[in-house]
């Protein structure tokens, strides 16, 4: 069967917004160093394969998660989850709980960013690969 992503581009725009407003708080350019950026591309391929979860079906969303970590590598030395309002980044950082892969993840395979699906959730797709280009595609309109 195949599945169909129930309200999965209303939530492209959240998590595209979340990440944004996440990345806008600097004055530094939104999208990340190509070395953080493939260090956090294959951190998500290796870590989707091995904990047997799936990329979004929309991989707008994939896209922005990784670019937000990837940036957040870049800022502050740490894969801090991109899709959360915090008061204090570094203390974030540094306690390391929303750190990617956050605890909700390694504890119970839950990602609020969709980042990492289980073959259960409707908007799970078939993929745990994505190259430098299908995220730059994506994150060069957003940031533009
Ligand atoms: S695993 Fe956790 S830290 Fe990583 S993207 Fe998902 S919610 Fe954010």
Request: with cysteine.
């Amino acid at each position: 069967m195949v599945k169909q992503p129930r309200g999965c581009f209303n939530y492209r725009s959240t998590i595209q917004e979340l990440v944004l407003e996440s990345l806008m708080n600097t004055s530094a350019p939104q999208q990340a160093t190509m070395k953080s950026l493939e260090a956090m591309r294959k951190f998500s391929e290796t870590y989707a394969k091995r904990t047997g979860t799936y990329f979004c079906v929309d991989p707008g969303v994939t896209a922005v998660v990784i670019e937000g970590l990837a940036k957040h590598k870049d800022d502050l030395g740490a894969p801090l989850c991109p899709c959360r309002h915090y008061e204090d980044k570094e203390a974030e950082a540094a306690a390391a709980y929303w750190n990617c892969p956050c605890v909700p993840m390694r504890e119970r395979k839950e990602c609020h960013c969709m980042l990492f699906l289980t073959e259960d959730n409707d908007f799970a797709g078939d993929k745990q690969v994505i190259s430098i280009e299908d995220i730059r595609s994506t994150t060069d309109s957003v940031s533009a």
